[in-house]
């Protein structure tokens, strides 16, 4: 089926241990994005890219670094967790949400860092 | 920078009547995006409407349709004729370039 894939779809890490988070999607879309959600926020942009070969910060950088490896695929890195990273990561593509193609979603990430 | 505000935390409405959720927004671009999206309990995020700050007429699709007013800064979206499906978190949004800034959500309670 057509869509975002995210994996893992649940991690435990203790804190100060690294982890990527991996993002692939098929439907050709030029644009990705890693949202963070936590309770009673609504979703926080961490990074975007808006075309392959570019990377943009989002509303909430620190702490993580993205890779667009292609036009499929956009990593997250947490290179030392912190239990504030604690949360449930989206991954989302976009043809192009300025000319109001909505975002495709992947399932989540549920992460807790001990 | 953009914001997108949603003052109701959680809302309820019986089955089968209308319900309007608030979504208010604020930016400095002359031509943005907005957008709703649904979080049923599941988790997954489902796109459910778009409105372009040059669009005239307000957008619909099917029971859904989005109340624009633009001088009020303002983009509800309202769901016609609620089942009990509808029940979930409901997300406003709003575009410039192709960042993406979510409010906090509402919560939407269909009661039978």
């Known amino acids: 089926n057509a869509g975002v894939t995210q994996t893992p779809k649940f991690q435990v890490l203790k804190t100060g241990q690294s982890m990527t988070l991996q993002c692939a999607q098929d439907m050709n879309h030029n644009s990705m994005y890693w949202y963070r959600q936590d309770p009673g926020m609504g979703l926080r942009l961490i990074y975007y890219?808006?075309?392959?070969?570019?990377?943009d910060k989002g509303e909430v950088p620190n702490g993580y670094n993205v890779s667009r490896l292609n036009k499929r695929e956009f990593s997250l890195r947490l290179e030392s967790a912190a239990p504030s990273q604690t949360s449930v990561y989206f991954c989302?593509?976009?043809?192009?949400?300025?000319?109001?193609?909505?975002?495709?979603f992947g399932s989540g990430t549920r992460l807790t860092v001990v | 920078a953009q914001k997108i505000t949603q003052t109701q935390p959680g809302m309820f409405v019986q089955e089968k009547e209308a319900v309007t959720l608030d979504c208010t927004y604020d930016t400095s671009d002359q031509s943005y995006g907005l957008f709703w999206y649904k979080q049923p309990s599941s988790g997954e995020m489902i796109f459910l409407i778009y409105?372009?700050?040059?669009?005239?007429q307000n957008a619909t699709e099917g029971r859904y349709s989005l109340n624009f007013q633009k001088a009020r800064k303002s983009a509800n979206l309202v769901i016609s004729a609620s089942q009990l499906g509808d029940s979930a978190m409901y997300f406003c949004?709003?575009?410039?370039?192709?960042?993406?800034?979510f409010g906090a959500g509402t919560r939407l309670f269909v009661k039978a």
């Open positions: 890219s808006a075309s392959e070969g570019t990377t």
């Open positions: 949004a709003i575009t410039g370039g192709f960042k993406t800034i």
């Open positions: 989302a593509s976009s043809e192009n949400p300025e000319e109001g193609y909505g975002y495709t």
């Open positions: 409105q372009g700050s040059y669009d005239e």
